[in-house]
C-alpha cells in the first residue's frame, strides 16, 4: 500500500446485515461508534440494512423492504389523485 494516499482512520471495520444477522469485516474510513468482538478481536461496528446476503437480486427472493412505514405513507398521500 503506498504511503500518505489513505485516510488516518483507515482500518478493518465489521459491517453487519440487520435482517439476517450476516457480518464481513472490509476496510474502511467510515465513523462509527458502535463496536463488536469478532473471533476475540473488536472492531468498529457499521449496521446495514441490505447486503448481498439479503439483497433480492442476490437472493432471487422478492422482500419488500418497508421502513417506518414509507410505501403506506406514499399510497396514502396519492391514492385520491385522478389522472
Same mark, same amino acid.
Given at each position: 500500500?503506498?504511503?500518505?494516499?489513505?485516510?488516518?482512520? *483507515?482500518? +478493518?471495520?465489521?459491517?453487519?446485515?440487520?435482517?439476517?444477522? !450476516?457480518? @464481513?469485516? $472490509?476496510?474502511?474510513?467510515?465513523?462509527?461508534?458502535?463496536?463488536?468482538?469478532?473471533?476475540?478481536?473488536? *472492531?468498529? +461496528?457499521?449496521?446495514?440494512?441490505?447486503?448481498?446476503?439479503? !439483497?433480492? @437480486?442476490? $437472493?432471487?427472493?422478492?422482500?419488500?423492504?418497508?421502513?417506518?412505514?414509507?410505501?403506506?405513507?406514499?399510497?396514502?398521500?396519492?391514492?385520491?389523485?385522478?389522472?
Amino acid at each position: 500500500m503506498k504511503k500518505g494516499i489513505h485516510p488516518e482512520n *483507515y482500518r +478493518l471495520v465489521a459491517f453487519k446485515d440487520m435482517s439476517n444477522d !450476516h457480518m @464481513f469485516i $472490509t476496510r474502511s474510513c467510515a465513523n462509527t461508534k458502535d463496536t463488536i468482538v469478532h473471533e476475540g478481536v473488536e *472492531y468498529p +461496528l457499521i449496521k446495514v440494512e441490505i447486503s448481498n446476503t439479503s !439483497h433480492p @437480486f442476490y $437472493t432471487g427472493k422478492m422482500k419488500l423492504v418497508d421502513t417506518a412505514g414509507r410505501v403506506d405513507r406514499f399510497l396514502n398521500r396519492y391514492k385520491n389523485i385522478k389522472k
